[in-house]
């Protein structure tokens, strides 16, 4: 199968809005090359050193994102819509130099073109992420998930993905059921499993995020707990969570306030991420106005994630 990649070149703050951009417009899959990521890994003092001073020259500063369209899309149409989102999006955020072209790929190229800026790293203190292809020698205490993202968004690199597992770790329970909404590549379901829920549902709009989260379970041994589909949140019945965990964009967190509750059980969590500074606020308020308090919040360069609790359960 055939792919046009889109190239765009854009700066680590507005990266993220920049994919879920490109997600919403109809990308079958997006790959961040982030060497500000790769930087900050190597920095840690427990994190292992995976590539020389050559290779970190030679990225720069600039983050490249690919996104990958189907072969049939009219290129100029395209061309055009991601600029006028793009110009959006520069009212909040630095994009940089944006738009910086297309061409025809075939699956293969892209495929394997991104393994080389994919290394183990620590999403939280205790859980560390590794691709199928490479090594990591594990302490008494770390949490190992192997995930490879395939052409779904979400391979935990993102400072949401990151926050929003920090505070999974910090809130779940053993036995707990969770709510994964908008799910990537299931990363936050294999952490909730990993940590000891005993159920998750894991929703996704996105056929391919879907089948990318089954697979990365199977592979991590958690696919007997994960029940993941196509849908959105209005799409579950039957079950309440203890916790729901959503790190989507803040138009659908706000759409969502009006149902979440009706989700969760008494003393439930809401946790959510995506969420730019700009509209921290504007999130709280609508969250405030459906019954919720904002239990903890966490800010990570240009974005928050947030912990919500029901008023009831006081």
């Known amino acids: 199968m055939k792919w046009i990649e889109v190239r765009i070149t854009t700066t680590a703050e507005a990266s993220d809005a920049v994919s879920e951009m490109l997600t919403q417009i109809g990308a079958g899959g997006v790959v961040i090359q982030d060497p500000n990521e790769i930087r900050r890994e190597i920095s840690r003092p427990d994190s292992l050193d995976y590539t020389d001073d050559n ?4 990225l720069g500063t600039d983050v ?19 600029n006028e989102k793009l110009r959006f999006i520069s009212e909040f ?16 190229d892209w495929a394997n073109a991104w393994r080389k800026y994919y290394k183990p790293f620590h999403l939280s203190e205790r859980i560390v992420v590794k691709p199928s292809w490479e090594d990591f020698n594990a302490g008494d205490k770390d949490i190992v998930i192997e ?25 779940i329970k053993k036995d707990d059921v969770v709510m994964d909404i908008g799910c990537g590549t299931g990363i936050l379901s294999i952490v909730a499993a990993k940590l ?18 089954k697979e990365n379970c199977r592979i991590n041994g958690t696919d007997h707990v994960v029940n993941a589909f196509q849908g959105t949140i209005k799409d579950i019945k039957d079950i309440k969570a203890d916790l ?21 059980k008494t003393d439930g969590l809401f946790i959510t991420s995506g969420i730019i500074k700009e509209r921290k606020q504007q999130v709280i308020e609508e969250y ?11 800010e990570t360069g240009e974005w928050v994630a947030m912990v919500f609790k029901c008023r009831d359960s006081l």
Request: charged share 25%; with cysteine; aromatic share 8%.
């Open 64 to 82: 490249n994102i690919m996104a990958y369209f189907d072969s049939e899309v009219n290129k100029e149409n395209l061309k055009n819509l991601i």
């Open 93 to 108: 955020l630095d994009v940089g130099k944006g738009f910086s072209g297309m061409s025809e790929v075939n699956d293969e």
């Open 288 to 298: 405030q106005k459906c019954g919720f308090f904002l239990a903890e919040s966490m």
């Open 55 to 58: 290779f970190l020259d030679s």
């Open 244 to 264: 729901i965990v959503a790190n989507i964009i803040a138009d659908v967190i706000i759409d969502m306030a009006k149902d979440v509750s009706d989700y969760l």
């Open 196 to 213: 000891g829920a005993s159920e998750i549902v894991a929703v996704d709009i996105d056929e391919v995020a879907v089948k990318v989260t």
């Open 147 to 171: 995930l490879d993202p395939g052409m779904a968004f979400g391979t935990g690199t993102h400072e949401t993905t990151k926050m929003c597992a920090v505070l999974v770790d910090k809130y």
